[in-house]
C-alpha cells in the first residue's frame, strides 16, 4: 500500500530534550515536506526537500532541523524543543510537479 | 503578502449543495489544491487546478479564476461524511488557507 508513515503518533516531551519525528515514504516520491498545524492558522510549511541531500527552509524553520540521505526518509529533528513547537506535525510527499500530496497519520507534539 | 481567505465555518443540509469561496494573493501563481481533513486526520487531496474554469469529479468540482484569484469547490448531494474541513492551497502547498469547517445536518 502507498503511504507515508510517521512515528510516533503522539509525544509529550520535556524542554530542551532532543527529539526526532521519523517519516518514511514507499512511493518513490522525490519531494517531501514537513508542516506544522495550529488551529486557525492552517498548514504552515517548516522544511521541505526536492530530492536526496537537498533541502531547503519553508516558512517556518526557525528550532528545527531535517535531513534526506535516503530517497525514502525524512526525518525532522527538534535539537531543543519549546513549548511554542506544540503543534500537530504532518510529513507529506509527491511527485515531481507538485501533484497531490499523500500526508503521513500525523505527529501530535506536546512540549511542557 | 501572499495570504489566502476562507471563510471559517459553513453549514449545510444532507443533500444540499455548498460552496466553499478561496481567495488568494500571491506573488507568481503555480495552481491550486483543495484537500478535505476529518478531525484528527491527515489531508486527503481533492484536486488540483491550474487552469481557468471548472473541473468536475463525480459529487465535487474545483473551479478556478486566475484573474480574480478566486477558486471555489462545489459539493453537491452533501453527505454526513463531507462533514469535514476543507483546505486551500496555492504554489505547491506552500501557502495554505486555515481551512473551512463544514457541518452537515440531517
Known amino acids: 500500500e502507498a503511504q507515508v508513515t510517521q512515528n510516533p503518533r503522539y509525544l509529550i516531551t520535556v524542554t530542551g530534550k532532543k527529539l526526532t519525528v521519523t517519516c518514511s515514504q514507499n512511493?518513490?516520491?522525490?519531494?517531501m515536506s514537513w508542516y506544522r498545524q495550529d488551529p486557525g492558522l492552517g498548514l504552515r510549511q517548516i522544511y521541505y526537500?526536492?530530492?536526496?541531500?537537498?533541502?531547503d527552509k519553508g516558512d517556518v524553520p526557525e528550532g528545527y532541523k531535517v535531513s534526506r540521505k535516503e530517497k525514502r526518509n525524512f526525518p525532522l529533528i527538534l535539537e531543543s524543543p519549546s513549548p511554542n513547537q506544540t503543534s500537530l506535525y504532518f510529513c507529506?510527499?509527491?511527485?515531481?510537479?507538485?501533484?497531490?500530496?499523500?500526508f503521513g497519520s500525523g505527529t501530535r507534539l506536546t512540549v511542557v | 503578502g501572499q495570504n489566502i481567505d476562507q471563510p471559517t465555518e459553513m453549514t449545510a443540509t444532507e443533500g444540499a449543495i455548498v460552496q466553499i469561496n478561496c481567495t488568494y494573493q500571491?506573488?507568481?501563481?503555480?495552481?491550486l489544491f483543495w484537500y478535505q481533513q476529518h478531525a484528527g486526520e491527515a489531508p486527503t487531496f481533492l484536486s488540483y487546478?491550474?487552469l481557468d474554469g471548472l473541473e468536475e469529479k463525480g459529487r465535487f468540482s474545483s473551479f478556478l479564476s486566475r484573474s480574480k484569484g478566486y477558486s471555489y469547490l462545489l459539493l453537491k448531494e452533501l453527505q454526513m461524511k463531507d462533514s469535514a474541513s476543507y483546505l486551500c492551497?496555492?504554489?505547491?502547498?506552500?501557502?495554505w488557507g486555515a481551512g473551512t469547517k463544514l457541518i452537515i445536518k440531517p
Open positions: 507529506a510527499s509527491s511527485p515531481p510537479g507538485g501533484f497531490g500530496y499523500t
Open positions: 512511493m518513490n516520491h522525490e519531494y
Open positions: 526537500s526536492m530530492n536526496v541531500e537537498v533541502t
Open positions: 500571491t506573488s507568481g501563481f503555480n495552481g
Open positions: 487546478n491550474v
Open positions: 492551497a496555492v504554489n505547491y502547498q506552500l501557502i
